[in-house]
């Protein structure tokens, strides 16, 4: 079955430690996202990326770091300097532009 | 001020109701998405409009380009309605390209 996939569901961060989400689809989508939720508000756009190897910065980076290797996968790397990492974590994947965007099921990352 | 405005933010319904949800925009766009999140947190698209209405199944969609509204219309409401249902609309060219910018999401309880 055609799909994204993100794990894991649940992770858990110390503090200044660098952890990564994982993100791969296998619908052969040029275009890749990686939003963040927090209660109460809207989705932000963290990276984005609409080609292998190339990505750029949405309206929240700071302190997160993307990779874009393959076409299937595009891991977010939430580093010490993200100081307020607790939130649910949302990949999303499409055609290209102005195309409908396709989410994963979410990782849900939290500090400890 | 948000550039992407719903109400209501909370809505309670019985079951056969019929459902309107709203959404508000400030910006030029390429197109509006309607997507749907069940509380386990995955999100689905629902729509994708850029003039007029779109239908499928008990859902109904529209939008008014000139007063930069739409509206979310579900028909014979039933208890897995229930969800929260987010507006997003895609960036004009000159922004960041492809992306989106979302409203906050209603809440919408179906009671049986």
């Known amino acids: 079955d055609g799909g994204i996939t993100q794990s894991p569901k649940y992770l858990f961060r110390k503090e200044g430690q660098n952890v990564t989400l994982s993100c791969e689809q296998n619908?052969?989508?040029?275009?890749m996202y990686w939003y963040r939720q927090d209660p109460g508000q809207g989705l932000r756009l963290i990276y984005y990326?609409?080609?292998?190897?190339?990505?750029q910065k949405g309206d929240i980076a700071e302190g997160y770091s993307v990779s874009r290797e393959k076409k299937e996968s595009f891991p977010l790397t939430v580093t010490s300097a993200q100081k307020n990492p607790t939130a649910f974590y949302l990949c999303?994947?499409?055609?290209?532009?102005?195309?409908?965007?396709?989410f994963g099921p979410g990782t849900r990352l939290l500090v400890l | 001020k948000n550039e992407v405005e719903q109400s209501p933010q909370n809505l309670t319904a019985q079951e056969g109701e019929f459902i309107t949800i709203n959404c508000s925009y400030s910006?030029?766009?390429?197109?509006l998405h309607w997507l749907q999140q069940h509380p386990g947190g995955g999100i689905v698209s629902l729509f994708m409009?850029?003039?007029g209405k779109k239908k499928h199944g008990r859902l109904i969609a529209t939008i008014n380009i000139q007063e930069k509204h739409s509206s979310l219309h579900i028909t014979a409401s039933h208890p897995r309605d229930s969800a929260v249902y987010i507006c997003?609309?895609?960036?004009?060219?000159?922004?960041?390209?492809?992306?989106?910018?979302f409203g906050k999401g209603t809440k919408l309880s179906v009671k049986p």
């Open positions: 910006v030029g766009i390429s197109a």
């Open positions: 409009l850029s003039s």
């Open positions: 997003a609309v895609g960036r004009p060219y000159g922004g960041s390209q492809g992306n989106l910018i």
């Open positions: 990326s609409q080609i292998v190897n190339d990505f």
């Open positions: 999303a994947s499409g055609q290209g532009f102005q195309e409908t965007q396709y």
């Open positions: 619908l052969n989508h040029d275009a």
